[in-house]
């Protein structure tokens, strides 16, 4: 069922609309905690270090991803506000099509240099060759995951958030049922996860492009178009705060990878990990909400509905306060159990592992509000504003805070790197928030 943009949102009709964003990420999430999983417990604490290692680099197409799927899906979600459907249409046509192009230059490049993208890294001798092995099988997929990660944005936009809830299953399903005859049934052991990685993200680019390719009952279909250098210039300048973000998030994990790596050894690196796996879904909460309620910021705004506007963001500063709260707590309660599913094999590293993992989930007390944040801004077409909080969290105050931090407090201070980082980016998000809200008129 289509859910139209138009109208008053009560809490629970806007949480009705941005529930499938969310569990499609949590679900890409769960999934990704299973492959940690099988790796871990079935290929070896190595093997897991290794592919923590490398895993920054596949973030590379999820940053183009979110920077033309939320950025192109600004700018179609207004001119749907317009009435402006043809056009609409033109944009999200254009938008594949570039999209395709870079996700085959990604695969290319990518494939040739794995060997020194691995050096890059840090990978030592015990750790490259599970590297290498690991990341040329993913590159070879980056044309499909690409694809599928802007086609998260614009089945929002299409009025179908259901439909990509259901593609995340379908891929996340493949990639599960992949693990356990690739990695437990025929032992295949990092080839096998990366194989089951790789046909489940190829599934999640084909089928929605074989649906969009098509008439469909949503508002989007690929149809004919244009070069349009103006619309690929506003698309990666609005979506750039989603694509620092991400590629942010990649720089940062491979700086956790290397501080970890000379403090704590390998350990460190494979402690990381699990925390990484875990943290991701209650992250994916605040992502989910930011991706499902950024197209309705910008229908409204498109619209020139400033009351309704107002309600969205009164509402969501509300929301993501509250569920700053309540998943902080959760991610505190469930810490145990759920490392002892990754690492309870070693004791040590277990042990490393949970007082790492309670210090990092502070963060999530004030993490959804500078998430969404940068989120409101990207669907109001500023690119600017959005790019410079996505910048100052990440590129800003959480890379100064992993390097700054443990030369006082040790491993510590990596642990509490991110709590620092987003507590001194709060300040720039109100301060934006407040700022501009007579621009917009929310």
């Known amino acids: 069922m289509s859910l139209k943009m138009s109208g008053h949102f009560t809490y629970k009709r806007l949480l009705r609309f941005v529930i499938s964003p969310i569990l499609m990420i949590i679900c890409t999430a769960v999934y990704g905690v299973v492959d940690g999983f099988f790796i871990s417990n079935y290929v070896g604490k190595l093997p897991f270090a290794a592919v923590n290692l490398v895993m920054p680099v596949d973030l590379v197409p999820v940053a183009i991803g979110f920077m033309i799927g939320e950025g192109g899906n600004a700018l179609i979600s207004k001119k749907l506000g317009e009435n402006k459907r043809g056009i609409a249409n033109q944009y999200f046509s254009l938008l594949v099509y570039t999209t395709a192009v870079i996700g085959v230059a990604l695969s290319l490049a990518g494939y040739a240099f794995t060997p020194a993208i691995a050096d890059i890294l840090g990978a030592n001798a015990q750790l490259k060759p599970y590297c290498v092995e690991y990341g040329r099988i993913l590159f070879a997929a980056q044309f499909f995951y690409v694809l ?13 958030p259901d439909l990509s809830l259901k593609v995340s299953l379908l891929s996340g399903g493949i990639n599960v049922l992949l693990d356990v005859l690739f990695i437990v049934v025929l032992q295949w052991g990092v080839a096998g996860a990366a194989w089951a990685t790789a046909l489940g993200q190829v599934a999640g680019g084909m089928v929605p492009l074989a649906y969009f390719a098509r008439k469909n009952s949503s508002l989007l279909q690929i149809t004919r178009t244009r070069l349009n250098l103006p619309v690929l210039f506003k698309t990666f300048t ?3 705060s989603d694509m620092v973000s991400v590629l942010s998030a990649s720089v940062i994990t491979a700086l956790y990878n290397y501080q970890l790596l000379s403090i704590a050894g390998e350990d460190g690196v494979a402690a990381y990990g699990a ?21 309705l910021i910008s229908f409204q705004y498109g619209a020139r509905n400033h009351g309704e506007l107002h309600n969205l963001v009164r509402k969501s500063i509300i929301l993501m306060l509250g569920m700053g709260l309540v998943i902080t707590v959760a991610a505190e309660l469930v810490a145990v159990p ?12 277990f042990s490393l592992t949970v007082h790492g993992y309670r210090m990092y989930v502070l963060a999530f007390l004030l993490m959804g509000l500078n998430i969404w944040g940068a989120a409101l801004f990207t669907a109001l077409n500023n690119g600017l504003v959005s790019a410079a909080i996505s910048f100052l969290r990440t590129f800003g105050f959480e890379m100064a805070a992993v390097l700054l931090l443990p030369l006082w407090l040790g491993i510590d201070g990596i642990w509490i790197s ?3 980082a ?5 300040f720039f998000t109100v301060y934006f928030v407040v700022r501009k809200r007579e621009v917009y008129h929310y």
């Not at 599928?148 to 179908?160: H, M, P, R």
């Not at 490392?339 to 040590?348: H, M, W």
């Open 148 to 160: 599928q990660n802007i086609f998260q944005s614009f089945f929002i936009a299409a009025g179908k």
């Open 238 to 240: 609005n979506g750039s």
């Open 275 to 295: 925390i990484m796996y875990i943290t991701f879904i209650f992250m994916s909460i605040y992502l989910g909400y930011a991706s499902g309620s950024a197209p």
């Open 338 to 349: 759920l490392l002892q599913a990754f690492v309870g094999y070693d004791r040590e590293l």
């Open 418 to 420: 991110i709590f620092v």
């Open 422 to 426: 987003e507590l001194c980016t709060c």
